[in-house]
Each structure stands twice: as structure tokens, then as C-alpha cells.
């Protein structure tokens, strides 16, 4: 597993004093069903609901073994750490916070999984302006209200991110409309409290024929 770290983020640690109190994420399917895994207790920190993963692994049942995974700002790695238990090949976690990147580096540990993971300690819009490989299955689930999505989806789209039929969930608050390329068809959605998950389809200009019947 490759780790860096990065100095120009913004650091989101507690204050002095401040306990880092531990949360318990459970994952749903796969080999590593039933595994709890501790998570901090932290500001802006949200994992994926149960519910919700399972919802979106049920539509992505065919896509998700030997996928090449990209989970972009990963907070709990919980979406993929779960393709992982489902058979991905290989999954990269982007987080910019050093002390939750630490925690998901001994979750994955703890799972056994490190050898299928890169773990990157950076800012989501510095590992995208790198050199780009290609990713068959992205998870993107920026802070709320830091008009982060657009930006990013543009990025993933224009600079060689996603493989050809990529599939690439977005989960924002509902209160967001935000713009994706029009190579993303809109394959389903789901609603849990304040936030959306909407999963795409990249199609060629080509291939916009509609594909699923659930938006």
C-alpha cells in the first residue's frame, strides 16, 4: 500500500484536549461481510449509510469484481473498502486528512487488503491534476457545501480518469443540482436525509441510448 502525505491541506484536527472518539463501521457484502471496523469521530466525516451501500452494490452487482476502483475524497473508505469485499481488483482511497488517512491505513490492514489499495494523503483536486489511469468504477462524495462536485466531475471526464464505460456514483446534498459531463447518463438515484446518490453510466457521444430504467 502506497501512502503520502501532503503539507498544503487544511488540517482538520480536533483542538488540544480534544479526544478522538471512535465510531463502528460495519461492512454489508463480500469477503469481508460483518467486519467492524473503527472510525474517528470527526468534523464533516460521513460515512455511506447501510442502507445506502447496499442499495448501490445491489446496482452494481456485474460492475464491481476486477473493477479498478477510485475512491476520491474516501473519509471512512466505507464505498471502497466495500467494493473491495466484493471482489475488486484493485481500489485507490484519496484523503486529505492525515489522521482519518491513518485510520483507514489500519482498516485496511486489518482486513487483510493493503495489498489491493493505494492510499493517498492529499487534497482531491491535487491527485486529479496529476497523471491520469484510466478508472472503471469512481465514488465520489465531496464535503457539502464546498461546490467541490462540479469541478471534479469536469476533471474526472476531461483529463482521462474513466475508462471507457465508467461508472462513477456522486453523493451530494439534495439541495445540490450539480452539473456532470453529458457522456454521464444517469442510471439510478437514491435519498437518505440531507444527501443524494446518483450513479452514472459514461456513454460515447455515440451511445446515449437510456440504460436502466430508474432515475
Known amino acids: 500500500m502506497t501512502r503520502r502525505l501532503s503539507s498544503s491541506r487544511k488540517s482538520r484536527r480536533p483542538g488540544p484536549g480534544a479526544p478522538a472518539k ?7 457484502g463480500g469477503d469481508y461481510r460483518r467486519r467492524q471496523l473503527p472510525v474517528l469521530d470527526h468534523p ?26 477510485l475512491d476520491l475524497f474516501a473519509g ?13 481488483r484493485e481500489a485507490t482511497f484519496v484523503e486529505a486528512d492525515a489522521r482519518v488517512a491513518r485510520q483507514l491505513a489500519d ?13 493517498l ?21 465531496p464535503p457539502f457545501h464546498q461546490d467541490l462536485a462540479a469541478g471534479c466531475c469536469a476533471a474526472l471526464e476531461a483529463d482521462g480518469w474513466l475508462a471507457e464505460e465508467a ?15 453529458t457522456s454521464w447518463q444517469l442510471h439510478r438515484e ?3 436525509g440531507d444527501s443524494t ?16 430504467d430508474g432515475c
Request: proline letters at 6%.
Open 197 to 212: 446518490g446518483r450513479l452514472f453510466r459514461r456513454r460515447q457521444a455515440d451511445d446515449q441510448s437510456p440504460d436502466g
Open 44 to 69: 464533516g466525516l460521513r460515512p455511506t449509510p447501510d442502507r445506502v451501500r447496499e442499495t448501490l452494490f445491489n446496482w452494481l452487482t456485474a460492475a464491481v469484481p476486477g473493477a479498478r476502483v
Open 190 to 192: 437514491v435519498r437518505a
Open 107 to 119: 482498516n485496511l490492514a486489518t482486513l487483510g487488503a493493503s495489498e489491493r489499495a493505494t492510499l
Open 121 to 141: 494523503t492529499t487534497q482531491a483536486q491535487a491527485f486529479l491534476a496529476d497523471t491520469a489511469a484510466p478508472f472503471s468504477l469512481v465514488f465520489l462524495d
Open 167 to 181: 461508472w462513477i456514483y456522486l453523493e451530494t446534498e439534495s439541495s445540490l443540482a450539480p452539473a456532470v459531463p
Open 22 to 28: 471512535a465510531g463502528r463501521l460495519r461492512l454489508i
Open 76 to 88: 471512512t473508505g466505507a464505498l471502497g473498502l466495500e467494493a473491495l469485499s466484493r471482489g475488486a
